[in-house]
């Protein structure tokens, strides 16, 4: 079992910048790849960004195209904590963002969301 918990979200003005921070328990972490995904009311879970394990080569991170050169994901496995650093945010960023976790054998794990409001 994997807990996620999130932190950091809030209330920003257009072209701010926010890091979320996703704390993991319960596992060995370096062994998951770990992601964010975002809902907007009314709509779809949708993928921000991923960042894989390192534990056999050096992790890789992917990318939604609506985000591209705004965020980064990164990794502390010292920590067990994911990041995303957002810059230059929009209106359009508003949502609920969700940390997730997924071993090669594992379910996916999710936390219970973190709030990001980004005012025009």
């Known amino acids: 079992q994997v807990q996620l918990v999130e932190s950091g979200g809030g209330l920003v003005q257009a072209g701010g910048s926010l890091t979320l921070s996703c704390a993991a328990s319960?596992?060995?972490?370096?062994?998951?790849?770990m992601g964010w995904y975002r809902q907007a009311p009314g709509k779809q879970r949708e993928l921000v960004a991923t960042i894989t394990s390192d534990i056999y080569s050096d992790s890789s991170t992917n990318y939604a195209d609506s985000v591209k050169g705004r965020f980064t994901i990164s990794r502390d496995n010292a920590k067990n904590t994911v990041y995303l650093q957002m810059n230059s945010l929009k209106p359009e960023d508003t949502a609920v963002y969700y940390c997730?976790?997924?071993?090669?054998?594992?379910?996916?794990?999710w936390g219970q969301g973190t709030q990001v409001t980004v005012s025009s």
């Open positions: 997730n976790a997924k071993g090669l054998s594992t379910p996916m794990y």
């Open positions: 319960g596992r060995i972490f370096r062994l998951f790849a």
